[in-house]
Antibody, heavy 122, light 107 residues
Framework: EVQLVESGGGLVQPGGSLRLSCAAS????????MNWVRQAPGKGLEWVSY????????YYADSVKGRFTISRDNAKNSLYLQMNSLRAEDTAVYYC???????????????WGQGTLVTVSS | DIQMTQSPSSLSASVGDRVTITCRAS??????LNWYQQKPGKAPKLLIY???SLQSGVPSRFSGSGSGTDFTLTISSLQPEDFATYYC?????????FGQGTKLEIK
């Protein structure tokens, strides 16, 4: 069974840091591009970051650029999100999602992990 | 950046109804449009990819159509388990933006 399990969320003060992890199983992790998506309480989905299968290509949403760092360890089947200089508006459930691609059809996210809640508050 | 706009933002319907949700892109995105379903407290689930391709295991009452800037998700006969929030997502550009969501509620 393809599975993604996030961890590392919690309560952090404004300006603080947190590192999220996403453990993958049931598929060849090193062959897939991965993403982080977040959802503020009661709000919609916001794409956060992308990393290629090798880790050589990375993209960020403008809202987190310069503060967040995505990385992966293919030997450990794990995806990470290092979050620094956290702000109240970063409070959200953070999901990791596997990206599936097909020529001429674009890409889509499937599956998603269950999410981990990050709360930024003093 | 490509902006995705869904309408309506919320919708009340009854079991058995036919429902259509619309998603509009701020520029042409060809057929690079996906639809997700999210239930309260759960992760989003892929329903439709590439505008009209049904994800494996998703009931055939769900269908998608459109290309360019205008897209629709149709549920042909609503079932109790379909009451949820639906999101569109573009994959034309690497910012992979989502629509604001459409909450489908029981009338």
């Amino acid at each position: 069974e393809v599975q993604l399990v996030e961890s590392g969320g919690g309560l952090v003060q404004p300006g603080g840091s947190l590192r999220l992890s996403c453990a993958a199983s049931g598929f060849t992790f090193s062959s897939y591009e991965m993403n982080w998506v977040r959802q503020a309480p009661g709000k919609g989905l916001e794409w956060v970051s992308y990393i290629s299968s090798s880790g050589s290509t990375i993209y960020y949403a403008d809202s987190v650029k310069g503060r967040f760092t995505i990385s992966r360890d293919n030997a450990k089947n794990s995806l990470y999100l290092q979050m620094n200089s956290l702000r109240a508006e970063d409070t959200a459930v953070y999901y990791c999602a596997r990206m599936v691609a097909a020529a001429g059809e674009g890409v889509w996210f499937d599956p998603w992990g269950q999410g981990t809640l990050v709360t930024v508050s003093s | 950046d490509i902006q995705m706009t869904q309408s309506p933002s919320s919708l009340s319907a009854s079991v058995g109804d036919r429902v259509t949700i619309t998603c509009r892109a701020s520029q042409s995105i060809s057929s690079y449009l996906n639809w997700y379903q999210q239930k309260p407290g759960k992760a989003p689930k892929l329903l439709i990819y590439a505008a009209s391709s049904l994800q494996s295991g998703v009931p055939s009452r769900f269908s998608g159509s459109g290309s360019g800037t205008d897209f629709t998700l149709t549920i042909s006969s609503l079932q109790p388990e379909d009451f949820a929030t639906y999101y569109c997502q573009q994959s034309y550009s690497t910012l992979y933006s989502f629509g604001q969501g459409t909450k489908l509620e029981i009338k």
